[in-house]
């Protein structure tokens, strides 16, 4: 019998998923809150790196592009907080290193930081040209 043979796409959503829940796992975070944190922390993002410009910010927040690539820069994210967790062996039932881990993955996605490092691309930006031409 053939098995379908994946695309880039699905193996980096099937990727991006089980991150999610490792996030979930080490954080002890229900999948709303992690949902939350992500969307909310988009939002903040916006603000920042476009200086309170309501008009953009608004044009941004309503782009499913924008949404795609805030999620996979949030994966790529996870990604290392997962791998540095792991490597540092804080992943454990205690408080304590729920505590730590949740400091780190806060200061791993923090809005204020993010609007200085992640840049949105070119691609973005021609979808909200596009997108106000409509």
Not at 8 to 20: M, P, Q
Not at 68 to 88: G, L, P, Q
Request: glycine share 2%.
């Amino acid at each position: 019998m053939h098995t379908p043979t994946l695309t880039i796409v699905e193996k980096n959503r099937i990727k991006a998923s089980t991150l999610e829940q490792r996030v979930c796992e080490i954080l002890q975070w229900t999948d709303e809150q992690y949902a939350e944190f992500m969307f909310i922390n988009g939002l903040k993002y916006l603000k920042r790196y476009f200086q309170n410009n309501t008009e953009l910010i608004d044009e941004f927040k309503l782009n499913k592009l924008f949404w795609s690539w805030w999620k996979n820069s949030w994966a790529i994210r996870n990604e290392v907080f997962v791998s540095d967790v792991e490597r540092m062996n804080i992943v454990n039932g205690f408080e304590t290193a729920r505590r730590v881990n949740e400091a780190i993955y806060l200061g791993l996605n923090c809005p204020k930081e993010l609007s200085k490092e992640l840049k949105p691309d070119v691609v973005l930006y021609n979808s909200i040209k596009e997108s106000k031409q409509l």
